[in-house]
């Protein structure tokens, strides 16, 4: 059973840098599609950004270059460090992540795929 506790989120000024983890437990294969979500009050979920066992790494455009997702595979988290953070980057976050049993489960992309397995979320708020 895969679970995934997020953590990081909080209060910061514009401008600001805040680091989300996201440690997952449970998983069984190596290959696998991990990403991080946000949804804006009153708004659907959007992907920010995603990442799968080869490192083959997508950026929601308006985020690439401010932040970047990473992978501890040692300590089983993923990170997303966040830089120039903006009030319009103030929803909840939420990392997902699916483990297959081979490279051919694998989806042709990890941002367009249905994730099954979320954390609970935490929340960023950003301030003027």
């Known amino acids: 059973q895969v679970r995934l506790v997020e953590s990081g989120g909080g209060s910061v000024q514009t401008g600001g840098s805040l680091r989300l983890s996201c440690t997952v437990t449970?998983?069984?294969?190596?290959?696998?599609?991990m990403g991080w979500f946000r949804r804006p009050p009153g708004k659907e979920r959007e992907w920010v950004a995603t990442?799968?066992?080869?490192?083959?790494?997508a950026y929601k455009f308006s985020v690439e270059g401010r932040f970047t997702i990473s992978r501890d595979n040692a300590k089983n988290t993923l990170y997303l460090p966040m830089d120039s953070l903006r009030p319009e980057y103030t929803p909840m976050y939420s990392c997902a992540a699916d483990f297959f049993p081979s490279d051919t489960d694998l989806p042709p992309n990890c941002f367009e795929y249905e994730y099954h397995n979320w954390g609970q979320g935490t929340q960023v708020t950003v301030s003027s």
């Open positions: 990442i799968d066992n080869y490192e083959v790494i």
């Open positions: 449970g998983n069984s294969y190596s290959t696998y599609c």
